[in-house]
């Protein structure tokens, strides 16, 4: 079958840890990501808005600053149970066990948990494992791949989320 693919780039700053790792990656730190979603489609749209389109740039580029953007830019991803960061950031006077039971009732129901209810009042954002480039590719993808079907009209789908994590490093998450 041929199909059509159109990728589209951001870029977002997010520090992370990876908190079992044997190395200097265990310690907190941030990178610039550099995320590309890749859609495809049997065909181009014919006719309406995004005529001769698998999907408008500009309706994937507000559906990734949405999803992946608005919430982990300048912010910090973290894993559920890595408990020591999670303590560092909860908010003063504060019941830890509480504060994480919010995040992770949010992290069962919708996959992450968004806050900036921190002890510094910055972003932080949790999800279920641990935030490696792999992690987050399938994790975005999971968030994005709706949001391209419905935009696209029901025509594209999202085949293919790639997380470059340093410029000689990227991990892809595919349909």
Known sequence: MTLYHVTRRIGIDAGHRIRTHGSKCRNLHGHRYEIEATCAAPRPHAGGEQD???IDFGFLKEEMLET???????GFIAELGDDAVLEMLCPGGAAFAQWKGRLANAVAAEGYALT?????????????????????????????????????????????LRVWETPNCHADYSA
């Open 52 to 54: 001769g389109m698998v």
């Open 68 to 74: 992946i953007d608005a919430p982990c830019d300048h």
């Open 116 to 160: 900036s209810e921190t002890r510094l009042g910055t972003k932080l954002y949790v999800i279920a494992g641990t935030p490696t480039a792999e992690t987050l590719a399938a994790h975005w993808f999971g968030r994005l791949a709706p949001r391209v079907e419905a935009r696209s009209g029901g025509l594209a789908r999202l085949v293919n």
